[in-house]
Structures are given as C-alpha cells and as structure tokens.
C-alpha cells in the first residue's frame, strides 16, 4: 500500500480541516478530520470521514481550496475508476479540478454533489502524465486564483528512470 499522505490544509468559517489520502493494499481513498482544539501545542482531531467519490472513481493525491460556500479539489483521474491490481507503479495522465457546494462541515463533505470543471492533460501541458496538483491559494485555504501547479513527467525508459523527469507547471482552469 501507499500509506498516508498529500495532506491539504483548509480553514473554513474558523474551523480547520486536514485532509490526506489513504491508500492500503485494497482501497485508496481521501479521508478529512477536522482539529478540534485551537491550541496548536495540544491538537486533538475528529475522527476520519470519508471525501465521497464521484462516479465510482476514488479519490487520491488531491488538494482542496474553498470559495465561498464551494469546495474546490483537484485529483489524479483514474481512467479505469477502479482500484488497480497488482503492484502500485501507475502515474495518472491526467488531473482533474472539481468543484460542489459544500456546507463547511466534516459530515457534509460525504454528500458533496462533485461536477468536474476541468481536465488537465497532455493536450494541456504537452506532457504525458499529468498528476498530484495543488491550488495557488491563500493561507487559510481559499482560491486565490484559478490556476493549479501540477507535476508533469514523460516516459524516458523504465519505471524508474521516469521518477527523474517531474517538472512542475502552473495551468489556468
């Protein structure tokens, strides 16, 4: 499995939200806890609750930012919208940007009604794999712009020489 990971920090109506992906050898999924206490030397978090998914695709590697009464994500698209078997050695090709109207509380994002905005790709970025992007925001987690930094990469060879090609490139969406 992947373990823990990508977190995304967000402050909405003062509250503070942690959310991260979850991968194990049989679901990868991102979950969010809120913090629960304003003194930063003695954090205490909520339980986890799921980010629900859209359209059977699971949620991984993603980013969050709020505008308004809307939750922004971004997240690596999964072509087959299933968890891939055998070993974990896929890059997605492409990133998506989702928006919903969300309540601004931990339970609410389980109903959030995700309607895709944009899909970043190679006929985007000029590169083939297009994933783990994060939106230009402020420091509490809010839009501050439309654009999203994504990690592209192009195949030079084996899996493992393809780890050294990443580059970073900000997109408008």
Same mark, same amino acid.
């Given at each position: 499995? %992947? ?13 503070? =939200? ?18 629960? @206490? /304003? ?18 695709? =699971?949620? @991984? ?5 709020? @505008? ?23 890059? $997605?090709?492409?990133? $998506?940007?989702?928006? /919903?109207? %969300?309540?601004?509380?931990?339970? /609410?994002? $389980?109903?959030?009604? %995700? @309607? ?24 509490? /987690? ?21 780890? %050294?090609?990443?580059? =970073? ?5």
């Amino acid at each position: 499995g %992947w373990g823990v990971g990508q977190p995304s920090l967000i402050t909405h109506n003062g509250n503070i =939200f942690l959310f991260y992906t979850q991968g194990t050898a049989s679901l990868t999924n991102t979950q969010c806890r809120q913090l629960l @206490s /304003g003194d930063l030397t003695s954090v205490q978090l909520s339980g986890p609750v799921a980010v629900r998914n859209m359209g059977g695709d =699971f949620i @991984s590697n993603a980013d969050f930012a709020v @505008s308004g009464g809307q939750l922004y994500m971004t997240c690596d698209t999964h072509v087959n919208y299933a968890f891939p078997p055998g070993a974990l050695n896929f890059i $997605s090709a492409t990133q $998506s940007v989702y928006v /919903g109207n %969300w309540d601004g509380t931990l339970s /609410g994002l $389980s109903g959030i009604g %995700w @309607s895709r905005v944009a899909a970043i790709g190679a006929g985007t970025t000029g590169h083939e794999r297009n994933h783990n992007g994060c939106f230009v925001r402020d420091a509490y /987690g809010n839009l501050a712009s439309r654009a999203i930094y994504v990690s592209t990469a192009d195949p030079v060879g084996d899996w493992n020489h393809n780890l %050294w090609t990443y580059r =970073f490139q900000v997109v408008g969406f």
